[in-house]
T-cell receptor, first 114, second 109 residues
Framework: DAGVTQSPTHLIKTRGQQVTLRCSPK?????VSWYQQALGQGPQFIFQ???????QRGNFPDRFSGHQFPNYSSELNVNALLLGDSALYLC?????????????FGDGTRLSIL | EDQVTQSPEALRLQEGESSSLNCSYT??????LFWYRQDPGKGPEFLFT???AGEEKEKERLKATLTKKESFLHITAPKPEDSATYLC??????????FGPGTRLSVLP
């Protein structure tokens, strides 16, 4: 039973560039959430996708956008990268939107901005 | 606004020395409280879900409890492999997860 997979594992970009991160949810899950985790801090919620639509959004600017595909996989796009965007980006999947089921996380993409 | 705090920020224990981690929360309408373990360079690994005050869950050396304002993660006779960051998250009705900053646990042999 495959868990949540994310790619790439590491990425280095420069300020002003754009980046796309990818996530495949755990088998049987249909909801994908994205989080940003700075060093030494807990994950911060970016947004959640269900049925190919953004359902909830945290306090992140419009530079952060996403997409969910019919097979439930998802992408996170970040435009006009800033130094402060350097972080571990985590994808989590769950079954059903709005439920209280636990979210299962991938190992993340480490994004470094130079 | 939903808030989660965790204490202590870091904890060093000798192998076999039991202790507890605290998660205090403020949320309008708790739907669930979740404990995760995170190893360096890895994503959070799900441990427990607690839904209502008075509920308890156990898994090996770990036991999680919940009151109306806080949750405790009790670690009995810890081993070095229990060293990790332990994260607490709450979910309110209609909202997504709000995580605390975590407690870094080190268990020395």
């Amino acid at each position: 039973d495959a868990g949540v997979t994310q790619s790439p594992t590491h990425l280095i970009k420069t300020r002003g560039q754009q980046v796309t991160l990818r996530c495949s949810p755990k088998s049987g899950h249909d909801t994908v959430s994205w989080y940003q985790q700075a060093l030494g801090q807990g994950p911060q919620f970016i947004f959640q996708y269900y049925e190919e639509e953004e359902r909830q959004r945290g306090n992140f600017p419009d530079r952060f956008s996403g997409h969910q595909f019919p097979n439930y996989s998802s992408e996170l796009n970040v435009n006009a990268l800033l130094l402060g965007d350097s972080a571990l980006y985590l994808c989590a999947s769950s079954l059903g939107q709005g439920g209280n089921q636990p979210q299962h996380f991938g190992d993340g993409t480490r994004l470094s901005i130079l | 606004e939903d808030q989660v705090t965790q204490s202590p920020e870091a904890l060093r224990l000798q192998e076999g020395e039991s202790s507890s981690l605290n998660c205090s929360y403020t949320v309008s309408g708790l739907r669930g409280l979740f404990w995760y373990r995170q190893d360096p360079g890895k994503g959070p690994e799900f441990l427990f879900t607690l839904y209502s005050a008075g509920e308890e869950k156990e898994k090996e050396r770990l036991k999680a409890t919940l009151t109306k304002k806080e949750s405790f993660l009790h670690i009995t006779a810890p081993k070095p492999e229990d060293s990790a960051t332990y994260l607490c998250a709450v979910q309110a009705y209609g909202q997504n997860f709000v995580f605390g900053p975590g407690t870094r646990l080190s268990v020395l042999p």
